[in-house]
């Protein structure tokens, strides 16, 4: 799209959003995510921040009858490009930020895209109720984004990704129309599972106006129980034998020794000299659960850990999440960047993907770490880098398409959760059969058979 | 089809799965499902019983080769005749039924299709875990049908429906390809969800051949409670307090004063004389939580009801589960024949729904009665009939699409688990906005552009 074409669009949109929420002077902070530690930017001519749904199916309408793309952002925390555009109408959800409904005795909500993670969760805890999915920003995160994306989080482990809370969508589809998918009902199989089809698209078959959400009766008590162990084969023991305690923890994380040696000194919990691994695991529910739950765990970590840590008072145990949320941080700290990947495997090789992912940051010449959800295989290892240095972006860009050929090789998947968005784009095809390749293409063509809706994102 | 084609594709396929494997005498039994008890009869050509997930994908080449029909078929435990066709191909899964594998260390397991749910659910608790999905009929129902139709049962109000224990499929893709979707990746986001788009198709997207699934823990303690009320309202209010109670049941059932008249006799607690509503409630998980959130249940329950049985050991625990599978047998014993529809509805629109489906039976004459899965909003309401009186058979049909309209009107849905087979076609495009209608339609068409699947079934 051409220098000038801007200004026209946001004319005309602006009479659609008004004309403050229409402009062809797009601040810089809409053109990132967290990818920025990558050094990755995207481009739009002009940003429309609509107010309701109808003004959303307005814009989507107009734009699809000029051909001109629409690129949908949430809270702009995505670790794969995918509201990133190279140009026509960046749409930012940010203004539908009503919680519509919260009706604490069904265990149920009606949220706009655009409200945050956090006030979801926070609503939800207001109410006596949880929301158990945190994909972590939780103040800039939003709901439509985290739909969008079937994001997942720690506690995916014991509770699911997003597909699961999600039960009913308000979406936009092309050319333009307000739809209801799902709502209230619980269980539902009158058509295909169109709910699901939407939630993971990425933005590229529909706009994802508001969100039916399950919740659940908030567990009485939250006990972490974080265990180091003297090195990766030691932690990956213990993790099975956290699967064979009988108990279901709610998350089970890892840490390998190289995010201890960057993280370890603000670990909340006195630390041996050399830590070579850490996992840490949640027990929750009633509190006669959590109690029962985390006792089991503790005995089977204990059985061959350096240290455990297991508080059971409440600001100890925040302590120990507030410091898990800071390691992403304290990684890229290292080195001023990084670029990292979120491959998934079947649990059984966990270990390999580790170790393997470590032994291709050596072979590139980069440092690296590696952390994640061990319980479900998502492997979080990160390639540090001074993103200054084109040569080492370079390096760290062809250490990530090998943690590609990694996962698949364990058959496993390039994004257990953050999907492909255009850092990941052709990937799907070394993975996938033929034929399904060919049925992902023609189920976005028929949503969207302009190619208008986040086009360059999530291609097979 | 006509006459004298059955020979011909018998022969022709029986050179695929053996002769003794492909029949154009197609015994009756193999043409009837749970609507016997309305009178829903179908008709096959052939039937072709493969013994292996290639001869499947071989014979549905064959027939798509040739413009013939293929219908799968499960257990024939399906309440919507959704595998009775009215010609061509009978592909029957009983042959494939195989546990692939069992990996009880990581909570998986992979099954084929034809595997019966009582065998998933038996091998799973044999390693000390559990298989949460019980629609009922476990010694006849197919996994892979179970699939096909996202089936549900008591313990989804905790647990989910299929859609949540699928986490891979192999299946059967038009003209005749077979692929794995998915498999023991936990996590997954680097394509649209085609797992879930399959399951809940009743075979018209594809033939499952086997499927991955998850497992968890076996509960320590199971404990039942039920409960008995005065009238529909007392016991919606007590369904009300058991959400409100904190605890998260396993299953929150219901049973209507007629309900009770017809199963009431064997119920395993004394009764008093007209008993009006009764609620029946499982809390489950590790002793100390089970233990706890009966205590919970127990104690809203007894407010206001007229008897609460809670049995504490094994024996009267099971009775109680006995009992309540049997209840669908004792209100077809009462006349010979029913028609019962499971639509759902949003609970807190639950009591409406109930009321007004036995409504529905006043007005159209018939004896009916209403049970279900009280916390997902899912009734079960029967219309009870003499199969010999047309007449009367008519009127019940009349009264199913009243329930249809009852289940728009209140938000809710045609199905809540039992599909849309044959006996609901039509009907999603009175509860869906026609774009959405139409991409229904879209996707069928890009999966089976011939439209040989299950055709008839699952009909927008």
């Known amino acids: 799209v051409s220098v000038g074409i801007g200004a026209g669009l946001a004319g005309d949109l602006g009479r659609i959003v008004g004309a403050d929420h229409a402009t062809d002077v797009v601040p810089s902070e809409y053109l990132v995510d967290a990818t920025y530690s990558r050094g990755v930017r995207g481009q739009a001519d002009v940003l429309v921040r609509p107010g309701?749904?109808?003004?959303?199916?307005?814009?989507?309408?107009?734009?699809?009858?000029?051909?001109?793309?629409?690129?949908?952002?949430?809270g702009g925390t995505g670790y794969a490009a995918g509201a990133l555009g190279t140009g026509g109408v960046l749409l930012s959800m940010e203004r539908l930020d009503r919680v519509r409904s919260i009706e604490p005795e069904w265990w149920r909500m009606v949220a706009e895209a655009g409200v945050t993670t956090g006030r979801v969760r926070h609503v939800a805890r207001e109410h006596g109720l949880y929301f158990p999915v945190n994909p972590g920003a939780l103040e800039q995160s939003h709901i439509g984004g985290n739909a969008a994306t079937n994001a997942g989080g720690p506690h995916s482990f014991r509770y699911g990704v997003m597909r699961q809370w999600v039960q009913g969508l308000e979406v936009v589809l092309a050319p333009g129309e307000l739809v209801q998918l799902g709502g209230h009902t619980r269980k539902d199989v009158a058509g295909y599972d169109l709910v699901r089809l939407l939630v993971g698209s990425e933005g590229t078959l529909g706009v994802i106006t508001a969100v039916w959400l399950r919740l659940i009766p908030a567990p009485e008590a939250r006990y972490p129980i974080l265990a180091v162990q003297r090195d990766l084969e030691a932690g990956c023991a213990a993790i099975e034998r956290v699967y064979a305690s009988g108990a279901q923890p709610a998350a089970l994380e890892y840490l390998d020794g190289e995010t201890l040696r960057y993280a370890g000194a603000t670990m909340p919990m006195p630390l041996p000299d050399h830590p070579g691994f850490a996992v840490l695991v949640e027990a929750d529910g009633l509190q006669a659960e959590a109690a029962a739950a985390r006792e089991l765990i503790v005995d089977v970590l204990s059985e061959d850990a350096v240290?455990?840590?297991?508080?059971?008072?409440?600001?100890?145990?925040?302590?120990?999440?507030?410091?898990?949320?800071?390691?992403?941080?304290?990684?890229?700290?290292?080195?001023?960047?990084?670029?990292?990947?979120?491959?998934?495997?079947?649990?059984?090789?966990?270990?390999?993907?580790?170790?393997?992912?470590?032994?291709?940051?050596?072979?590139?010449?980069l440092p690296s770490c590696s952390f994640g959800h061990a319980g479900d295989g998502n492997v979080?290892?990160?390639?540090?880098?001074?993103?200054?240095?084109?040569?080492?972006?370079?390096?760290?860009?062809?250490?990530?398409h090998d943690l590609f050929d990694l996962a698949r090789r364990l058959g496993g998947t390039v994004s257990g959760e953050h999907g492909v968005g255009r850092l990941k784009g052709g990937q799907l095809r070394h993975q996938w059969a033929p034929r399904a390749v060919e049925l992902h293409g023609a189920i976005r063509a028929t949503f969207d058979p302009k190619g208008l809706l986040n086009p360059g994102a999530k291609l097979a």
Not at 61 to 68: M, N, S
Not at 393 to 398: F, I, L, M, S, Y
């Open 52 to 74: 309701s749904a109808d003004e959303v199916a307005e814009v989507v309408a107009w734009c699809y009858e000029r051909d001109v793309p629409v690129v949908t952002r949430g």
């Open 307 to 365: 240290a455990v840590h297991a508080p059971t008072d409440t600001a100890s145990a925040e302590a120990v999440w507030r410091w898990r949320e800071g390691v992403a941080l304290a990684i890229t700290a290292q080195r001023g960047g990084k670029l990292s990947e979120d491959i998934a495997v079947p649990v059984d090789r966990l270990q390999e993907a580790i170790a393997e992912s470590i032994a291709i940051g050596t072979r590139h010449g």
């Open 380 to 400: 979080h290892t990160a390639f540090l880098v001074d993103l200054a240095d084109t040569a080492e972006v370079g390096q760290a860009e062809a250490a990530c």
